[in-house]
């Protein structure tokens, strides 16, 4: 295929897309369900498909993300940039996702997840020059491997014994409780390595930022939300009752991915992977929402368990849309700088003026600053955090103030890293010849990050309302709903619990800013001194001309990596000054270690390539050896089954 | 009921005006204690004032290399803090709109505030614009970990997370001394140092130093937008003292249902409690040298442990462990 037949891909994508999502919203709404079996797929069991309202919403998640990506990628230069790489396998990407959702049985389920992996997995691999990319494909395709075996383990316990690989016959046969609990390790495996929960996250920072910019949007965006749907699909519809020791391991895991995310986000320098990162960090708050529904459920108050969850489904919602803004963002300032290296950018604010006011609605978006979205499922999560020392259980009550102390380490790193990283990409002076020669990108792909903004704005004023579309899921999930629109002051008044409890009014909050800023502005213009004078920067009477003479990304890390850096990577920091007289430059290093990495990634690889070397005599044995071995083996498998019946 | 409509109107709009008008008062206040106890004669009462009539007067100037971003964020920064510092129930607990946030919107309110002044820091491009910013970013990361225990424990005492609600609560059940309150009050104490940038965590007093956080990011500013900066740092000192007033010496704070009279007493209770809370602020900074800002993360660390400590005490007090 050349470019002008590759240049349809986008349009039919997102008209699919659109399509798809009027689908859901509309099965969302009408609380409607629609079941099919297609005679393909294993023989007895064939292909089960359901859309039922869980479905439903995650699909709007999806498609709303495919939307945007596909109207980036129309931006696109027909002839330069359009490769067979990835045009093609894009709708693949994007039709396997939406059949995970569907999937109504474990084959169906497990085919269509594998193929998500492996088209996204393919697009990784487009730049298939570049050997970081080659490394990025490779460790992916593993974790992706030990995910779906982790699944399969998932589904056979829940099939059981019996073989029911039907999800109804699941529903029906819910598995003994230990059974139970060694399927939701297994699925905290298989989807928390598709999130990104730490310990099985190294992939995801490597992986997301390789594929290009509109791909990474989707994998970042919106297939880390296909890995929540299969645990929440399958914690809270296939298992049945909860124990509420369950909710433990998400909780702990989801807390420490939150904050440890951000801590390697603000310590990086390529923007990339400082908003892989960051997904990595919403998808620890989600599975903390997650678990304390769990909690909240196991315990049977309803009303706190359908406070969490729309803490976790409506972070699910905000974060595809605020991370696919941004990685659409970084597309842009790799379209048009050619880097990605925050240190080689600034000054993007003069140059790439729309991209800039859309990236900036999305840096503080994922802030969780007020009025917009993010802030909403943060607020939610706050509250439910705040209701769990109701719960009996005194490993949740000891649990509760450290992980609402996280929590609120995670969003206040949060802040920093986004201001981080907007200040020093689209603020103050171009560090590079590209960055000063910039240009903002096509007005399609503009209208793609607009529309995303868009969309940040209004479901930070109408969080209410989403909460309220919600309530059929919340019911099915949880047990209960939020209070409904009409209870509360106004009808946008977001209310966890009770109105005498916790309220937040969003539009009204919203109206008394704009209101105070714009009286502001008119009486400060009344009343002083209107004229404004440009001049050279103050900075203290010494401004110098290097753009190098402004903070990086780097020294604006600085403070954070001393308080935290020490303990979480053991960060050391050395100078070395000549003494005076001698003329050789200082020196600075930082050394930081990657604990994680090598307990979990480069140990076990260690550990495998020397077995396997020790193992490699095997293959080089004389004829006679092998008959003994073969001889000794089967002795064995007899004396053991001899011992067993 | 318009008559009570148009009345709590008054009433919302009276407070705003309140907490704005009162503001420089009590940063003088502060100014004028600090200056007497170190044997200076010190600035008039109301010099805060004139400063700011003085910024608004003169001429804006802004760097070349400054973007829309640093014009605009000082009307931003002044009207969130001036909303946030609104909602606080100041001389009555249940005014029209403070229902609208509870104490975690309150906190998120001035963490956009924040992130935005931070921003505006980095806009220039300069290197002191850009040390204020990444210490502040910093010092929030210290000290929103301990509000959110303190908001936990308050939480946990009074069964709701509305300020009003909590406030009526300590009307209602005057409590003896709790031991977890009195922590939570000494995490808040510290919170409260920390965001309003005073000694020991920032100076505001110093200007052209390397340890400055707060004035290093304003650096750039001058004329009408410094005085929205400065008037912003104002409020966020009198929202922190009617915090501290509201949640642990709510006495005299009018309740919902109060008529003009219990206002007018709230109101007098309230001013007198803000200034005396001014006057401990300037006796404070006198008898206190600022740390090193790497010190910094024990002395917050000091409001995360009490917090802490504060709600385990809750958990015994209220007997989940029975």
């Not at chain 1, 298989?190 to 997301?208: M, R």
């Not at chain 1, 196991?298 to 009303?303: G, K, V, Y």
């Amino acid at each position: 295929m050349r470019g002008p037949a590759l240049a349809f891909v986008y349009p039919l994508s997102a008209l699919a897309a659109v399509v798809l999502g009027v689908v859901d919203l509309q099965v969302l709404l009408s609380g409607g369900e629609a079941a099919t079996r297609l005679p393909i797929g294993l023989p007895t069991i064939g292909f089960h498909l359901r859309l039922d309202t869980l479905s439903a919403f995650f699909g709007i998640v999806i498609n709303g993300g495919v939307v945007a990506a596909s109207l980036y990628g129309m931006g696109f230069d027909r002839v330069k940039e359009l490769t067979p790489r990835v045009e093609p396998l894009f709708p693949l990407f994007a039709a396997a996702m939406n059949l995970v959702l569907i999937a109504d049985d474990a084959y169906a389920f497990l085919f269509s997840w594998e193929l998500m992996s492996l088209a996204s997995w393919a697009l990784v691999v487009a730049r298939h020059t570049d050997p970081e990319c080659r490394r990025a494909a490779h460790l992916y395709l593993v974790m992706a491997a030990i995910g779906t075996v982790a699944l399969l383990f998932a589904f056979g316990g829940l099939a059981g014994p019996a073989g029911g690989y039907t999800f109804d016959t699941v529903r029906t046969h819910p598995p003994q409780p230990m059974v139970a609990a060694l399927v939701l390790m297994a699925a905290l495996v298989g989807c928390g390595s598709k999130g990104g929960l730490i310990p099985l996250h190294a992939w995801l920072p490597l992986a997301h930022p390789a594929a290009p910019s509109h791909v990474s949007a989707l994998m970042s965006g919106v297939m880390t939300k296909v890995a929540i749907y299969g645990f929440v699909r399958i914690a809270f519809d296939l298992l049945g009752p909860p124990a509420w020791w369950w909710a433990l391991p998400p909780i702990v895991l989801g807390a420490m991915t939150a904050v440890l995310g951000l801590l390697y986000a603000v310590l990086d320098r390529d923007l990339k992977r400082v908003l892989a990162y960051s997904t990595i960090e919403n998808v620890g708050l989600i599975f903390v929402a997650l678990g304390l529904a769990l909690a909240f459920r196991a315990n049977a108050q309803h009303a706190a368990a359908a406070v969490a969850m729309a803490a976790a489904l409506l972070h699910v919602l905000n974060h595809s849309w605020f991370k696919s803004l941004l990685f659409l963002g970084a597309g842009a300032i790799l379209h048009a700088t050619g880097r990605r290296d925050l240190d080689g950018l600034g000054g993007l604010i003069h140059r790439m003026p729309r991209t800039a006011a859309f990236f900036l609605v999305g840096a503080l978006a994922i802030s969780a600053l007020p009025p917009l979205n993010g802030f909403v499922s943060e607020w939610l999560l706050f509250q439910a955090v705040i209701a769990a020392p109701a719960l009996p259980q005194a490993a949740l009550h000891f649990a509760s103030p450290a992980i609402g102390a996280m929590l609120a380490l995670a969003a206040a790193l949060a802040a920093a890293c986004f201001v981080r990283v907007y200040g020093t990409a689209f603020l103050g002076r171009p560090r590079s010849a590209e960055a000063a020669g910039a240009h903002d990108v096509p007005l399609v792909q503009q209208a793609a990050m607009g529309g995303l903004a868009f969309l940040c704005i209004l479901g930070g004023l109408m969080g209410s309302v989403l909460a309220a579309a919600l309530a059929p899921v919340l019911d099915k999930l949880a047990g209960g709903a939020l209070p409904g629109p009409g209870s509360g002051p106004t009808p946008f008044s977001l209310i966890a619990f009770d109105p005498a409890r916790s309220i937040y009014d969003a539009p009204i909050i919203a109206l008394f800013v704009a209101i105070a800023s714009l009286t502001t502005l008119i009486v400060v213009h009344r009343l002083s001194e209107r004229r404004t004078r440009r001049g050279p920067a103050w900075d203290c009477g010494f401004p110098d001309p290097s753009p190098a003479t402004q903070y990086t990304a780097s020294s604006f890390a600085q403070p954070l990596r001393r308080v935290y850096g020490a303990a979480a990577f053991a960060a050391q920091e050395t100078v070395v000054m000549p003494p005076p007289g001698d003329i050789r430059p200082a020196r600075f290093s930082v050394v930081v270690v990657d604990h994680l990495w090598r307990a979990f990634y480069a140990a076990p690889g260690r550990a495998v390539i020397g077995l396997s070397e020790r193992l490699n005599v095997l293959q080089f044995l004389t004829i006679r050896r092998y008959l003994v071995l073969m001889f000794v083996t089967l002795v064995i498998l007899l004396s053991i089954a001899a011992v067993t019946t | 009921m318009t008559r009570d409509l148009v009345v709590q109107f008054l009433a919302q709009g009276a407070q705003m005006a309140f907490v704005l008008l009162i503001a420089p008062l009590a940063v003088g206040v502060v100014r004028r204690v600090k200056a007497r106890l170190m044997r200076r004669q010190g600035p008039p009462l109301l010099q805060a004032y004139r400063d700011l009539a003085k910024l608004l007067r003169k001429e804006s100037v802004i760097a070349e290399s400054a973007s829309w971003l640093f014009r605009s964020a000082p009307y931003l920064i002044f009207a969130l803090t001036w909303v946030a510092a609104a909602l606080v129930p100041s001389f009555a607990s249940g005014l029209m709109f403070n229902w609208a946030a509870d104490v975690v919107a309150l906190v998120a309110l001035l963490g956009a505030a924040r992130a935005l002044l931070a921003l505006a820091g980095m806009d220039v491009g300069t290197s002191f614009g850009g040390i204020g910013s990444s210490r502040e970013m910093m010092i929030a990361t210290l000290a929103e970990p301990a509000m959110m225990l303190i908001v936990l424990t308050l939480a946990i005492a009074a069964g709701t997370t509305r300020l009003a609600g909590v406030a009526d609560f300590f009307i209602a059940e005057p409590f003896g001394v709790r031991v977890s309150l009195a922590l939570s009050l000494i995490s808040l104490v510290i919170v409260a140092l920390a965001e309003n940038a005073r000694i020991p965590v920032d100076n505001p007093a110093t200007h052209l130093e390397l340890t400055m956080v707060h004035e290093a990011m304003v650096l750039e500013y001058s004329g009408r937008h410094l005085a929205l900066i400065e008037a912003a740092s104002h409020l966020k000192l009198v929202l922190y003292l009617s915090l501290l007033i509201c949640l642990f010496a709510p006495f005299g704070m009018a309740p919902a249902t109060a008529g003009l009279s219990g206002w007018a007493i709230g109101l007098v209770a309230w001013i007198a409690k803000l200034l005396a809370g001014a006057v401990l602020l300037g006796v404070w900074e006198v008898s206190i040298a600022k740390m090193r800002v790497f010190r910094l993360p024990d002395f917050v660390g000091v409001a995360f442990v009490f917090g802490f400590i504060a709600i385990l005490l809750a958990f015994l007090t209220r007997g989940v462990f029975a």
